[in-house]
């Protein structure tokens, strides 16, 4: 069921894709079309070859060092008592339209006193404010693939940064 929703999420993401962007489809150039083809095909290896899911993120991983508008990230299953500081949890505000606005990354940076997870925000993505948001976990940021460049990233905690090439994901991915 998890696997159909953010299947259904990211269709969702990709056929409203050219209609709210900021960039329109038609002003994409042949080399930047078939880039951000290249790289979907690369996540779907990635994915297939683990147990990760698919999920659009748009530009909510985007940080100074990497300013990408389009991300398509691996996500795997959270499991909250393994997560260690530098996990990148991506989670959906409930009651939240358009889509591609309700996405929020935090990072993990310890634990409280009764073992609850601490986190803050990540890269460009909004503050919480006082109040409450209500949102849902949508797993953890394994990899992040940027449809514009076809760099894929390593967002594990112990490898942050780490670029790495299809082959080399999809032979990690074997691994776990």
């Known amino acids: 069921m998890r696997n159909s929703v953010i299947g259904l999420l990211f269709g969702f993401t990709l056929l409203n894709a050219p209609l709210r962007a900021e960039v329109s489809i038609a002003s994409l150039s042949p080399n930047e079309v078939s880039i951000a083809l290249a790289a979907i095909d690369a996540a779907k290896k990635i994915a297939e070859a683990g147990r990760g899911s698919l999920l659009m993120a748009g530009s909510v991983l985007s ?65 919480f404010l006082l109040d409450t948001i209500q949102a849902t976990l949508l797993g953890a940021v394994v990899y992040a693939v940027d449809l514009q460049t076809g760099g894929i990233r390593d967002m594990r905690p112990d490898r942050r940064w780490e670029h790495l090439s299809v082959a080399e994901a999809v032979a990690q991915e074997a691994k776990r």
């Open 63 to 127: 940080t100074d060092d990497v300013p990408s508008s389009n991300v398509l990230t691996i996500l795997d299953y959270p499991n909250l008592e393994k997560m260690t500081p530098g996990s990148i949890l991506l989670l959906a505000k409930k009651n939240c339209e358009p889509i591609e606005n309700c996405l929020v990354a935090r990072r993990v940076i310890g634990r409280d006193s009764s073992g609850g997870l601490q986190t803050e925000r990540y890269g460009s993505a909004e503050p």
